[in-house]
Structures are given as C-alpha cells and as structure tokens.
C-alpha cells in the first residue's frame, strides 16, 4: 500500500465516515424504539468523535442514532476526528532505549525527553496530557517485541489510558541505537532485515492490541563514532544505525496509521555536541546521551511532529512548539556577545573587548551564505573569518580576518544559558573567547565545550551586502580543490589529503594546515600550477625528523630513557605499570628504564622495554602497563618534548599519583606531566640527588658555555601539604638555565614532622650545591633560593634564619607566605608547619618579616593583587621590613592573577613578568660581585632566647647559630 500524507489521510476518513453513516441510516429504519432515551445518554460520553457529527445531521433521531453507532460504528473502524470533550486528554506513550528513558540526566523524572515533550503537547493544545515512559536502558528492538516484559507494561498502560482518560493515543517509538553496537547488547549487532522485522512486529501488535492509536517512528539519533562504553559502538556502529533510516522510511510507506518523525534529527544532533554530556570510554571522551539541553531540544523535536497529527485529528494548537534554529540573513548585519564581553576585530584578529577595549564601530559582522556554507565577514575590516592552521598553543588556533582563506561556519541553537544560546563552529572547532595571548585576549577556537563557547548575535539593522558578496562570489569562482598524496622517502603511499586552492596558485610547498603529523618534513616533489576543470594534485615526501630513532629492528635498537616533566620522572617498568619519581642515576641505567621505539608516525609507534623484548607499554582501562603484544601510540609535538596519545588525539598518558604513582591518563594538552622527553643511555641531562634528611633535589645544570658559576634552589608550594606541580618547579630551568644558572627543585618532606624540618632540608640542598662546584657549576658558590607561596615561605626563611656562608645569595619569591599571623596568613601553610594551637614564641619565630636583618640578601617580589588564597600582605609587610633593614629589594605586582600563576603561560601577565625578572636577574650580577661590608653580629646574647624549633634556651651557653630573643635574630659565631 502507498503511503498517503497525513492531509489525504484526514480526507479519506471523513469520507470513510459518510459511507458509515449511509449504512448506520439504514438501520435506523428498522431500528427497535424501545431503546429508552437514559440508555441512549449511557453511550453518548463513549461516542464523542461521532457527537458533534450528529448534532449537524440527525437532530431528531439523536440518542438513537449513537445507539447504533455504538454498536456498528465502532466495529467498523476507529473515530478520531472531531474536538475532545474538556474531560478527555491526549495520551503519550513512548518506547525507547536510555535516550528516551533519561538515563544519564540528573532528575529523568522532570528532564526525560517523554516527560518534557508531554508538557510541551500539553502547553500547546490546552488539553490534559498524560505520559509514559516507556524509555529503558540499554533495550534493543528485540527486547520490546510482542510477549517481552516492557511491551506488554506499554500496552497495558495504552489500555490503562483508552479505559480511564478516552480520548486520543499516540505512540512514539525510537528504537536503533542498541541494535547497532558491535557487542554487548541483546542481540547486537542488529542487521538491517531484523531491525525491520522486529519493527514490523511491535508496530503489528499494538495496532492489534490499540487500534485507536496512531504511533510516530522517531528517527534514531547520532552519537560520536569513538562510542565505547560497557557496549562497543564505534564507526562500524554508527553506520549500521544510519542503515536503519531507509528501513524506517520504508516501514512508514506500509501503515496508514504509522507516521515517520524528523529525519533531520541525526544532522542536528551531528552539528551539536554540546547537547550531549562527554562521558569517558575505552576510546576516548564520547558522545551518547543528551544532555538536559540536549534532552529539551530532542523532546521540542518530538513535540512538533506528534503536534501534526493531533492537529490533524482535529485538536487546536494554541502555542506552536518551536525547534530553536538560527538562519542567517545575507542583508542584515549583527554584532556578537559572550558572558566574556563583546567581539570586535584588531590588527586582523577576532578579538574580545574584555581585555582590549575594541571600538564599537570593529564590532558589527555579517552572515553571507553561499550554497549549502555560510562565511563569516568583519564589516569593518571588509574581510572573512578563518581558522588559523597554526596553533596558538594545544588545541587553541586564533580566528583571523583575511580574504586570503576562507572557512565556513555554522551557527547552532543549543540554549545552555538564555543570554548566550548559540554556539559558533568551524569545523570541529567551536568558537571562544580566550585567555590573553600575544596578540591581546583574542577569539579562539577550542576543541572542548565550555561556558565561553556560548554567543548572542543581536541583529543590529540592514546592510547592503552587494561589495562583500562580490568578494566572496569571486573567491569561490576561483576557488579549486587541491589533493596531497602522501608518501615516504621509498615511495609508499602514507595518507591522502584534500585541501583548498585559487586557479593560477602555484604550490611548491605543504600548506601548515595540511601538515597534519608532527615531525614530519614535507617536500613538495615537482611544483603544481593549479588550472580549473582538472584533477589537481600534489606529490609530497614526508620524512621523519623524531627526537628519536626508531627501530627497524629490536634486537639492535637504541635504547633511551623515557622521562616526564623534562627528565625529572623517568618511566620504570619493572611494576608493568609505574612511575618512578626521580630516581637516581644508577637505577636510570638499568634495563627497567630503558626503551626503544619502531614503527611510524602514519600507524602509530610501539615502545619496547628493554627489560623483555616480548613486552611493550600498552594502554589497559585507565593506566598504562607493560603488556605482551604491540599497542601503538600516536605522537604529538610540544615545544618541551612530545606527548603520547591514545588512537585519535587524546588522551594523553600522564603521570599522576605522586611518588610511584601510576601512568594514567590526561585530556590536557597543556600539562607538563603530560610530555616526555628522551636521552640516550648515558648521556642523562638531569640527575636526581637524595639528602641524608630524607628530601631530593633535581639537578638541572646550566650549560658549560653560558654557566656564571651560579644556581638557585627552587622551592615549589603546596601549603606544607604537598609538593606543588611543574609550573612552580621545572617549568622555569628553560629560563634560568639560559641566564647561566644552574637550576636545582627541591621535593621537601610534606608535611613536616617539625617545624624546622623543611629549613634543614633545603639547608643541606644549599650546602651539597656549594660543596660540589663541578658536579654542578656553582664555581662561585653564589646560591640563592626561589619559592612559591608556601614555597616561598620556606626560601623566606632559608634568608632569614641562616648565619654566615649559609645565607642565600638572593632571593625570588613569588605571592609568598610570609607571616605566622592567623589574621593574614595562610591558614593551611600554618597550621601544617607549626601546628593548630602554636605558642607565640614560635608564631614569631616563623613570621619571617620580623626576622629580616642587614644581612638578609636581596630579594625580588610578585604577586597579584586579586590573591584571596595568600594574601598581599604578606609580600607588603616583607617589602616594608627589607626597606626598613636596608636591603635591596624589587617588587612586581599585578591587578590580577590571583594565586598559583607560576610559570603557567595562560597567566595573563607571563610574558611581562618573565622580562621583569630576567632583567632584574641581569641587573644582579653587578651586586653579586661587589665587595660588601661584613655583617655586624650580637657579641653577647640576652638570657632568654629560643632555637629554631621553638625551644628555651639557655642564652648564656648559646653554640653558634641564629636564635630568637626578644623578637630579635641574635646571630652567634
């Protein structure tokens, strides 16, 4: 049977209706009148579509009449047509898998799709609507046939609603996405002629067991291709459940009173991610389950399609339900606004007012739409947005205005927030407002979903677009596809990418944006006119240019040491599954450290342990192990190393755990525990030292041509807690190292079991770098210390409390903690070093401005005004203090940046600060070498006095030392 619209269908029933009538008419005449007229009132309530019909047409023989259309009518064929009495309602029953049923939303019984659907339907027709979700996690097509438990409630509940409610049944049916997975679910992998059949079952029996109901196929929707949770998706499933689409289409073409629903679902759902919540799998983060944005848009979906048939039966709709959507206007010209502040452009880039201070009049752009693209174009700039191929940094690239290249958008209603609901893509990328950078706080784009994402565009007036059309029009006129082969220095065939190129270009090189490996060279072999109406490709060489060899052959391999953080944690496979935080360089040099690399960029490379060559490194759930057989990792360049990857681009393995902790897993680019770093055996630029007191160091030397005999003892934060990460520690041995300066971090005892535990600790580090001058080029045995927050707490005190050849040759603290004063200390940092109730003799002792003297070296100063973790008054009250001493000092503080900033390059101030001190530690040669005065001591010391533990003493039998007397240091030779 042909599939007739839903239009034809209404008029072929009302016709059916009149041919009813005709035969009911006869038997009427013939009729028994003793059918009393209570009888008749009885039927009428169960007659309601028939009613109004009877009032127009047997006025007369009114009661008598739905008498027998009782008894012939309904027999013959259900009647739908016509208004429902106030008492009737509209009833929705919905069949689906977790979709439908709101598996992963916080509150399924409000956010379902179902349930927000029915209260759309309900708000659009006035009726009374009622629901059930018949949603159930993980269902495939076979676990709702005819005779299976959740059927049978369906229908049972279909009954429950005819019997109670009247009025008018639908069903609504998405089923697909369980029957696609690879494994794991019933009956999956579902073919294409058993979905069809299982189909087919369902909608036969409930039309047996409902024969009122009119049911919707709903269209199943997309979910990302690297789909892997407790089931197996992946693209295999994916396509398999788009395969289902023209087994619907055709399903609905074989009932009258099966509808089919939006088929654009998959599309919009496609171009949305950030409906879907990011869930984690065995194949990266995926996208499955709406979102509860995701959810209302899914269920407005729904609502609209199921509103065309109730209206269709008759029922008014009051309030139309809307599917948000944005459609561009060639001819009208917008303006852009994030919760960041407003877009504008500068010196060619999207940029963000928040920062920037665009004028008003670079803020205006305009939509132009070309075929099936749309191109977004700066007014003021008469030039087109694009994504820049070279990345400002990880996943981040800049939005440029040039017409040199030009990249579609698209514009997407997601809703997340009601000031900001759209969301601009281009390509895989979504459009934000970034951190500061070095063209001002620009616009990026970014890979993840996050709240800067969301946009208003506020239509501001008409615009002529004839000039902007003509640009665009010409562009594309000349505008021709360009095919890279890829190939390897033997000639085989790696990859083959598509890229875009104007009529007359030459290409004699790789575009950036077509390099997509990392060190790889490209070489374009023979140079390509590009000419229109011919196949235009391009001949590349790639070569590999590694920070390693890889090795054809393992039995011979070169063997490296795999370290994290630059060299500071070498990866140890001895547990299959370590990380070895700093271990020392005899143990580096064992099998258990050592790895080869083989394989390509193109396939993936393999990491083989030298330890047994039968075993690589491998990925397993949520750690990295040392595993039988060949797992391949993916490699991706970074300024300070590489990084290695799951298949696709993340995530990244990462250390995390602490000491020995696991090689886990990281999305984050950006984080140095991220990137490795390799050495060949023996020739280790790094060596980890452990104290006699427990504590370690990383040595870092600086580089025999540039060395000033000097180095500094950096000292992390962590409120005496913890040892803090990278960008307080080795992210700043670059910096200094190329000052001359060899750089040791420290990894002190956290928390310490005496307050003067992690003084005497960072004493003994000073000390080995002195008395080792060529293990660590410190020929001058000018040693100053640099610390962070708590960190600089501890590099405070190592100026403050130390005598004689001991004391710093300067200091560099960052936001640092200073004083023991509970009102503006740090109360963790306190609280961990000198305890929760410590007596006022030792809160003294450790407020270190009141310990500053003349010989307390010179200091360098930064912090952030914005810091509410430590606050500025800490670095204040130690500037005042070294003023009033008379020492030297600088300082450099910041409107923001609150606390932690360190060396991280999303500060917004980094660059500023990195000058700041590089010259300030220029400028300190000059003091360094100058012939200073010597320090005036006590010559005699009062009789009570307190050691650096917070101890009476004896001030008349003192050893030589530093002591506290009186909140006075009493230095003692």
Same mark, same amino acid.
């Given at each position: ?731 700043? @041995? /670059?910096?200094? #190292?190329?000052?001359? %300066?060899?750089? &040791?971090?420290? +990894?002190?005892?956290? $928390? ?117 973790? @430590? /606050?500025?008054? #800490?670095?204040?009250? %130690?500037?005042? &203090?070294?003023? +009033?001493?008379?020492? $030297? ?85």
């Amino acid at each position: 049977m042909t599939k007739m619209s839903n239009e034809k269908k209404v008029s072929e029933n009302k016709i059916f209706f009149e041919i009813k009538w005709m035969i009911v008419s006869r038997f009427i005449t013939i009729f028994v009148v003793s059918k009393t007229y209570s009888s008749a009132v009885s039927v009428q309530n169960s007659c309601y579509l028939l009613q109004n019909y009877t009032k127009s047409k047997m006025k007369i023989f009114r009661f008598l009449f739905m008498a027998v259309a009782v008894i012939l009518g309904i027999a013959m064929s259900p009647a739908r047509a016509g208004e429902l009495d106030s008492e009737q309602n509209i009833n929705l029953l919905f069949i689906g898998n977790s979709i439908t049923a709101g598996a992963t939303l916080s509150n399924a019984g409000t956010q379902a799709p179902p349930i927000v659907c029915g209260k759309l339907v309900g708000n659009a027709t006035g009726v009374k609507t009622n629901v059930y979700n018949g949603g159930h996690s993980g269902i495939t097509t076979l676990g709702f046939l005819p005779g299976r438990d959740d059927f049978e409630r369906l229908v049972k509940a279909a009954k429950a609603y005819v019997q109670n409610n009247g009025g008018l049944v639908y069903i609504s049916i998405m089923l697909g996405t369980n029957d696609s997975a690879c494994t794991t679910t019933e009956g999956a992998p579902v073919s294409t002629s058993t979905y069809r059949a299982n189909i087919k079952a369902i909608i036969e029996k409930l039309l047996e067991e409902v024969p009122t109901c009119k049911i919707l196929l709903n269209y199943p929707i997309w979910y990302s291709p690297n789909t892997y949770n407790s089931a197996m998706y992946l693209q295999e499933g994916l396509d398999r459940l788009h395969s289902y689409y023209p087994i619907l289409d055709g399903i609905v073409e074989e009932y009258d009173q099966v509808y089919a629903g939006y088929r654009g679902v998959w599309e919009f759902f496609e171009d949305n991610t950030p409906l879907f919540t990011a869930e984690n799998g065995n194949a990266g983060t995926f996208y499955l389950h709406p979102n509860v944005t995701g959810a209302t848009r899914l269920a407005e979906i729904w609502a609209n399609s199921l509103l065309k048939l109730i209206e269709d039966d008759g029922v008014e709709i009051q309030t139309p339900v809307e599917v948000k959507s944005f459609q561009p206007q060639n001819d009208k010209k917008y303006s852009f606004k994030t919760s960041r502040g407003d877009y504008g452009t500068k010196d060619g880039v999207l940029t963000n007012t928040v920062k920037t201070g665009i004028d008003a009049t670079k803020g205006e752009f305009a939509f132009l739409s070309r075929g099936n693209q749309t191109y977004l174009y700066s007014i003021a700039d008469q030039s087109f947005m694009y994504r820049n191929p070279t990345p400002y940094k990880d996943d981040w690239s800049t939005i440029i205005c040039s017409n040199e290249f030009l990249q579609p958008i698209k514009v997407h209603y997601t809703g997340k927030t009601e000031a900001y609901p759209y969301l601009v893509t281009m390509g895989d990328y979504w459009l934000n407002s970034a951190a500061s950078t070095t063209t001002g706080v620009v616009a990026n784009t970014w890979k993840n979903y996050d709240a800067g994402n969301q946009t208003a565009i506020i239509e501001e007036g008409d615009w002529d677009p004839t000039e902007a059309l003509a640009v665009l029009d010409a562009f594309l006129d000349k505008q021709l596809t360009v095919t890279y082969r890829i190939q390897d220095t033997s000639g085989n065939a790696l990859d083959e990418l598509t890229d875009m190129g104007l009529e007359g270009e030459v290409i004699n090189e790789v575009p950036a944006r077509v390099q997509r490996k990392p060190y790889t060279t490209y070489t374009v072999q023979d140079p390509v006119t590009l000419v229109k109406g011919q196949d235009n490709v391009v001949i590349v060489t790639a070569t590999w240019k590694f920070p390693f060899e890889l090795s054809p052959d393992i039995n011979n391999a070169k063997w490296y040491n795999l370290a994290l953080r630059e060299g500071a944690d070498y990866v140890n496979a001895a547990e299959g599954y370590k990380c070895n935080m700093a271990p020392m360089k005899s143990e580096v040099m064992s099998d258990e450290y050592q790895w080869a690399f083989q394989g390509d960029p193109y396939d993936g490379i393999v990491v083989f342990n030298r330890s047994d060559l039968t075993k690589t490194l491998a990925k397993v759930g949520d750690v990295a192990i040392l595993a039988d057989g060949v797992f391949k990792w993916k490699i991706t360049e970074s300024a300070q190393g590489f990084l290695l990857s799951t298949e696709g681009s993340e995530p990244y393995i990462n250390e995390y755990g602490g000491a020995g902790g696991h090689l886990g897993f990281w999305h984050n680019v950006s984080d140095a525990g991220s990137i490795f770093s390799v050495s060949e055996v023996g020739s280790l630029t790094v060596e980890n030292i452990r104290l006699s007191t427990g504590a370690r160091f990383t040595l870092y030397k600086s580089d025999d041509t540039k060395s000033n005999g000097r180095a500094v003892l950096v000292i992390p934060g962590g409120g005496y807690s913890y040892v803090a990460g990278s960008s307080e520690g080795a992210d700043w @041995v /670059p910096m200094l #190292n190329e000052l001359g %300066y060899t750089a &040791a971090v420290l +990894t002190y005892t956290t $928390p310490p079991a005496k307050p003067e535990g992690p003084l005497n600790e960072a004493c003994e580090a000073m000390k080995y770098l002195r008395d080792h001058p060529e293990e660590c080029n410190t020929s001058t045995g000018q040693i100053g210390v640099m610390g962070f927050s708590a960190g600089g707490h501890l590099a405070s005190t190592v100026a403050t409390h130390t005598t004689g050849d001991s004391i710093p040759a300067f200091q560099i603290l960052f936001y640092p903690v200073i004083t023991m004063n509970a009102n503006y200390t740090h109360a963790g940092s306190r609280s961990n070093l000198i305890g929760n109730s410590p007596r006022p003799a030792l809160v003294n002792l450790y407020s270190n401005e009141k310990q500053v003297t003349s010989a307390t070296p010179i200091c360098y100063l930064c912090w952030a005004d914005d810091d509410t973790t @430590v /606050p500025p008054y #800490n670095s204040k009250v %130690y500037a005042k &203090a070294l003023k +009033t001493k008379g020492v $030297p000092y600088h300082s450099k503080n910041f409107p923001s940046g609150g606390h932690g900033y360190g060396f991280k390059l999303t500060f917004q101030y980094h660059d500023e600060m990195v000058a700041d001190l590089t010259e300030w530690m220029q400028d300190l040669d000059d003091y360094l070498t100058a012939v200073k005065a010597p320090a005036q001591t006590w010559k005699s010391a009062p009789s009570r006095c307190y050691d650096l533990g917070g101890r009476l003493v004896d001030g008349h039998c003192l050893k030589p030392g530093l002591y506290i007397a009186d909140q006075h240091t009493v230095l003692v030779k």
